[in-house]
């Protein structure tokens, strides 16, 4: 629920005062909040995403930046997925293995997208 418990920002991650800060509802990080805004005023058009749920909140959050016009990179060792086994869902390593394997090969006119592991990351501007 928002503004719970469960909502807040654990103190060890609690951002810098320059730090935007995006709440979010849904999957996709971009739908219905701030988060274009404050990309487009930071001159952002490389996303590198990382998290939790690959499943749900990752994959939508690619499909979401991707649509809207930004290179979209998964950290492949840098999101995970619940265990969704007693729903009939294939096991997290799987889940994780799969969303890492389609996005290695996903494409759109004009914007990359693709994996790197976090020992490749590179916050350059290219």
């Known amino acids: 629920m928002?503004?719970?418990?469960?909502?807040?920002?654990?103190?060890?991650?609690?951002?810098?005062?320059?730090?935007?800060?995006?709440?979010?509802?849904?999957?996709?990080?971009?739908?219905?909040?701030?988060?274009?805004?404050?990309?487009?005023?930071?001159?952002?058009?490389?996303?590198?995403?990382?998290?939790?749920?690959?499943?749900?909140?990752i994959r939508s959050t690619l499909h979401g930046a991707l649509v809207r016009g930004y290179d979209a990179t998964l950290v492949s060792?840098?999101?995970?997925a619940g265990d969704r086994t007693a729903w009939g869902a294939p096991p997290p390593a799987q889940v994780i293995a799969h969303t890492n394997l389609y996005w290695t090969y996903q494409t759109a006119p004009g914007r990359t997208a693709g994996t790197v592991e976090t020992k490749d990351v590179d916050f350059g501007t290219s």
Do not use: M, N, Q
């Open 77 to 80: 060792d840098a999101h995970t």
């Open 2 to 57: 928002k503004e719970s418990d469960d909502w807040r920002i654990v103190p060890e991650l609690t951002p810098g005062d320059t730090e935007p800060l995006v709440h979010k509802s849904y999957g996709d990080s971009f739908e219905d909040t701030t988060l274009e805004t404050v990309l487009s005023g930071l001159e952002v058009g490389r996303l590198l995403v990382a998290g939790a749920e690959s499943d749900a909140c």
